[in-house]
């Protein structure tokens, strides 16, 4: 059964919904729908498969799932590993289709956005690894601006300026010139930060960004992630395998 539960008493920045296993049904009833922010109402997410004469059947990692993450708010999803987090996070961000209800973004359906005006309203940063190449930090960050170039790709000055904002906002100017390779992991998921920050989206997902981070690198990207939220209106979602305590 699936446990989801949000507590916004401590922090008012910041919603806990709780993942406690696969297979289940929302317990938490929808609500009326809010202005802005990610919304999804009786989601089923998981996986459809081949069973042979062109049939197919579906296996069901989460049911029936109501959630609503608010603008301005650090919404994190917490559960351990195998509840499902990254099954719902792809979901949520178009990856992977649903296999029943549906999730809007601003009380629109993203099934009916264009991939190309999605990716300008939703970023995404996921658990797989980024091979960077040769790229600077901020050649890396700059990739979040393709949703806005159009076919040649080349990057006017506001695209730049955009750039720097993100790297300003991460606290990562610092770390601009340098190869992308040669990073920490803390030091990389805050250039990756940047990188869904420079598209300039409303919402923002994030698969377990703090993982295999220290504490203090793990406390100082939760922190930065819901002072962006809350300071730029941004609708903040993330996945984690256990929490931290950010109250100020």
């Not at 989801?4 to 297979?23: H, I, K, M, N, S």
């Not at 601003?106 to 099934?111: D, F, K, Q, T």
């Not at 250039?191 to 869904?196: C, K, Q, S």
């Not at 690198?217 to 984690?240: I, N």
Request: glycine residues 10%; aromatic residues 2%.
């Amino acid at each position: 059964m699936t446990d989801l539960t949000t507590d916004t008493a401590a922090e008012p920045a910041t919603a806990v919904t709780v993942l406690t296993g696969p297979g289940g049904a929302a317990t938490s009833p929808c609500t009326a729908p809010g202005r802005g922010g990610l919304r999804a109402d009786g989601l089923t997410v998981g996986y459809r498969t081949r069973a042979g004469w062109g049939r197919s059947t579906r296996r069901a990692v989460l049911e029936d799932l109501c959630l609503e993450a608010r603008a301005g708010e650090l919404t994190v999803l917490l559960g351990p590993n195998g509840a499902g987090k990254s099954t719902l996070l792809r979901t949520l961000c178009g990856l992977l289709p649903s296999l029943a209800g549906g999730v809007r973004i601003g009380g629109r359906s993203i099934a009916e956005e264009p991939p190309a005006a999605l990716a300008r309203r939703l970023a995404v940063v996921l658990t797989d690894r980024v091979d960077a190449g040769l790229l600077s930090a901020r050649e890396l960050v700059a990739l979040g601006r393709h949703p806005h170039t159009g076919f040649t790709g080349r990057l006017t000055p506001a695209d730049h300026a955009a750039v720097q904002w993100a790297l300003e906002a991460v606290n990562a100017v610092h770390l601009a010139e340098r190869p992308a390779a040669e990073l920490s992991d803390g030091e990389r998921q805050r250039v990756l930060a940047a990188r869904a920050l420079a598209q300039e989206p409303d919402v923002v997902l994030l698969d377990e960004p703090t993982a295999f981070l220290d504490v203090p690198s793990r406390v100082a990207l939760t922190v930065l992630l819901r002072d962006l939220a809350r300071d730029k209106g941004l609708t903040v979602v993330v996945t984690e395998s256990d929490s931290l305590d950010v109250t100020p």
